[in-house]
Structure formats: C-alpha cells, structure tokens
C-alpha cells in the first residue's frame, strides 16, 4: 500500500491509481489529476505524471507539465521535484527552476552580477543636463521606485493557491490573459535578456580591443578578433547546467563590479576637479533640445537599474514551503544587494560630475581611459589593464544570468512537446547556438549600445509599471483605496514615460544620428 497518501487540493480531483509491483521496497503508481480550478490552470496544461514510492519516501518522476495542486497543511508534501516548493513536474528539467537549493547569499551575487552593468558608467553624463539637484533627485526616485517594484514581483512570486511564479511571462500571463500578457512581456523580456547579452558582446569585446590597443600595444587586433574572443569565453562559461549552479560565477561577476566601480569614483576624487569645469546645464538652441535633452538624460538614469526580467528567476532558485515562503529570504538578498548597488552608484554619478562637470566623458572607452589618466596627460597602463579586466569579467558572469532566461526558454519548448529534459548535447547545442547568434548581431549592430534609450525606452514598463498593474490585477486591493491609487498612479506614470523616452530618443537619433562606435577611446 502506497504512503504517499491523498493530496489535500482546494479543489475536487480525480484519482486512479494502478499498482505495477507489490512486493518489495519500491512501487510504481500512475496519478492522472483533472478537473482543477481555472485559476491554476491558467496558461499551463495539466498531464499525468508517474510518482515512485517507496516504504519511507516519495519520488515525483516529471514526464509533462502540470500547476501545483497545493500539499498538506504542514508542508510535508509540498517539495514537488527537487525539492522547489511546487509540484510542477517540467520545473525539475528546466535551468532555471532545476536546483531549488539556493540561499540568501546565492540570490544576493546573483542580483548583485545583474543588477550593476556598464550603463552605470553613464550616470555622470546625465548629471550634465540635468545639474546637482535635479541629477540627484532624480537618481534617488529611480532607486526607491524600481525598488517598490521588486518588492512588488518578490510578494507575487508566490500565490495564495501554491503557484510558484519562476518566470516573468508566467506572471504577465496570469495577471493579463494568454494574449495581452504575452504581447506585454515577451518582448520587454527577451529584449533584456537577449539584448542585453548582444550588449554585453559589444562592451567586452570593445574592452578586449581597448586592452590590447593601448595596454598591449597591439595595435593590430580588430574588433571582430575581440568579439569573437568574448563570445568564445561567454559560451565557454555558460555550460553550467542551471542558475542555482551559477552562484561562484555570479560571486566573481560581484567583486568585479564593485571593484570596478569603486575604482573610477575613487581615482575620480584622488586627481581632484579638472580646470575650466562648469557644473551648469548646457544652454541650446531650441526648447526642443533642451526637452530632449533632459528626457535622454531620466533614460539614462532610470535604464541605469537592471535585472527585473530576471528578479522571479532569482527567487526561483530557492526553496520553499508553506511555513517558509520564499519571499523573506529573497527580500534579504535585495536589500542587501541594492544597498551595494546603490553603494557604487550613487558616488560613480556624484564623484564622476564633480571631477569633470561638463567635460565628462560620453563615451565607455573615453570614461575608462580618463579613469586611468594622472595629471591630465599620462594614462597608467597597469589601471587601465586593471580596469579592462575586470570590466570583461564582469561582463562575462552577467552573461550567464541573463543568456539562462533564453537557454530556459528554449528547453521550455523542447520539454513541453517531447515530454522530456534536453539532453546533455542538446543543452550545449542550444547554449552554442545562442551565442553565435548574439555575436552576430553584435557584429550586424554595432550600433545597438546608441539605441539603448530608444529600446529601453520600450521595455520601460517591464521595471517600472507592469509591476504596479500586475498587483491590481492579481491581489485585487480595493478600488480607489491608497494602495489601488499608488500602484495604478506609478503604472499610468511609468507608461507615460516610456512614451517620451521613445519619442527623445527617437527626436535624439534622427537630429544627432547613429553613433556606430558608441564605445570610442
């Protein structure tokens, strides 16, 4: 007789069992489950899955997908496969949900490698337009609305029912409906992960090329040379099998962030205020410039926080049960990391305009380079080479992080219609083919990092909006309350926003053009 013993669903289910072998330790019954409430079958299919049991343990075999149908009240059958906290037989296949094992420390390197990136580099740039109040303020709305936003996606990561959202389009789906959640989260989503890794091609492979053409003197090494170069480290790393795996990477992809960053700020103060420096805004010739002007420089401070496409993912690496929610240990790790991020941000933007006001670098390479300059003229190569490195590193680990949402969406299609996890070869195949990709579009558009406001602009809503509407649509708090007004206020605000950034940016690109070598030394 099998212990497994019957599932407490808050809903009426259909159980048939089939005993194959009676005799000794191990048994094996097939479950078929049917007839579950719609709201846990929204956007997913439900199958039959095969369970193993023994006379002192249960061992859920995944053969298709299915929603949680809840566990016992004490949390001894809500494992599901792996230990995760949900009985939802494909999550045990896919990267990132395959290793439910993770910890505040994991999720906390994991936010950290994603959540601070070469845009950061920028922030002084926008202080040119916007001055020292308004930069400022600015800069600390940014922080504490994106913030609100994560807190949001941490509280949502987990329903009342037992789902476990580890994904940003499962989410947009439920809260929107199958087609408006796919057509608002889809592309925000594969944007950030996909185009942020053609992104993270074009700012280490452009650093390779910066180290060897000024470190090295090599002067003959091509762009292409170091593109390739990094993608052949980038695939070379992203063989581990999930993101919980990732941890040491995301670990190294931290230190060299904030070592990085800390760096330029800190050489920004040690060589002191440039001559013939102007803290005051630059005066145009027409309003419109002035307009878009400011709007490109709220992109760049707002696009300067990354990592909400990937926030549910992180928080999908660790366990969970009904007396220990995932989301206190997952709001640990973002305070934690965010006080870092905001650590390295805040003095990067602040110590940056201070040093060189108007004449500050709008450039990647012109900021690394001047970050290494003493007395104006002479460039330390032994900084520069320091800076290099650990700028491609960086780079390197946030590659992981953001290219396993693409490698997971992958798997996700060849799993639901085979049935069964990739195999081995099959995952290094997919993790090939990606990289290739992303390298040549790096190649076809060099340009991309100059379009970053105007794209950002249209994946705006993803971190600063679709949070606060998915909210309403999920928890459903009382109309018009204070909650309902906040959430529906910072949701109409931040589409609005998205607007203009597209509209500057657009005004930005046909007045100034293309910048095909955004990352000029």
């Known amino acids: 007789m099998c212990k497994l013993g019957p599932y407490k669903c808050g809903f009426s289910c259909f159980t048939a069992f089939k005993v194959f072998k009676e005799t000794a330790d191990m048994e094996e019954v097939v479950v078929m489950e049917t007839d579950c409430r719609s709201e846990l079958t929204r956007g997913h299919s439900f199958h039959s899955f095969s369970i193993k049991t023994s006379s002192e343990s249960a061992q859920v075999n995944p053969i298709t997908t299915s929603p949680p149908c809840g566990g016992e009240e004490d949390g001894t059958n809500w494992r599901g496969p792996g230990g995760g906290g949900e009985l939802n037989p494909l999550d045990s296949w896919l990267p990132i949900t395959e290793s439910r094992n993770g910890n505040t420390f994991s999720v906390t390197f994991h936010l950290l490698c994603s959540g601070i990136g070469f845009q950061a580099l920028l922030l002084p740039f926008a202080f040119v337009t916007l001055g ?37 389009i499962h989410l947009a789906i439920t809260a929107f409906g199958p087609k408006l959640g796919k057509l608002l989260g889809m592309f925000p989503v594969m944007y950030l992960s996909g185009g942020t890794c053609v992104q993270l091609i074009i700012i280490g492979g452009s650093t390779i090329k910066l180290f060897f053409n000024t470190v090295c003197d090599a002067k003959s090494v091509t762009a292409t040379e170091c593109f390739l170069m990094f993608t052949c480290l980038a695939i070379a790393g992203a063989q581990f099998p999930n993101l919980n795996s990732m941890a040491r990477v995301s670990f190294i992809g931290t230190i060299t962030a904030i070592v990085y960053c800390t760096l330029i700020w800190a050489l920004s103060i040690a060589k002191g205020r440039h001559d013939d420096i102007s803290y005051d805004p630059p005066l145009l010739e027409s309003n419109m410039d002035r307009f878009g002007g400011i709007l490109n420089a709220l992109g760049i401070i707002f696009l300067a926080f990354r990592g909400h496409n990937v926030i549910l993912e992180i928080q999908g690496t660790l366990p969970s049960s009904p007396k220990h929610p995932t989301r206190k240990p997952m709001w640990r790790g973002v305070i934690i990391s965010y006080a870092v991020i905001a650590m390295c941000l805040l003095p990067l933007a602040v110590c940056g305009f201070w040093a060189y006001g108007n004449k500050v670098p709008s450039s990647i390479g012109e900021i690394l380079i001047a970050a290494a300059q003493f007395g104006g003229h002479k460039t330390s190569k032994f900084v520069l080479g320091l800076i290099c490195i650990l700028v491609v590193v960086s780079c390197l680990s946030a590659f992981q992080i953001y290219g396993m949402v693409v490698f997971d969406n992958l798997e996700l299609r060849y799993s639901s219609k085979k049935t069964k996890p990739c195999a081995r070869w099959l995952r290094v195949a997919f993790r090939i083919f990606f990289g290739v990709f992303v390298f040549f579009i790096a190649m076809a558009f060099p340009f991309l990092i100059s379009l970053a406001v105007l794209i950002g602009g249209l994946a705006f809503p993803l971190t600063y909006a679709h949070p606060c509407l998915m909210w309403i649509a999920i928890k459903k708090p009382k109309r018009k309350g204070v909650i309902w007004c906040i959430n529906m206020g910072l949701g109409c605000l931040g589409l609005s926003l998205s607007v203009y950034l597209v509209v500057a940016a657009s005004w930005n690109i046909a007045h100034n053009g293309l910048n095909a070598n955004f990352f000029r030394p």
Do not use: D
């Open 132 to 168: 020292w109040a308004w930069g400022i303020i600015c800069l600390s709305l940014a922080f504490t609305w994106q913030l609100y936003t994560i807190w949001l996606l941490v509280q949502l990561h987990e329903s009342e029912s037992g789902i476990r959202y580890s994904r940003y």
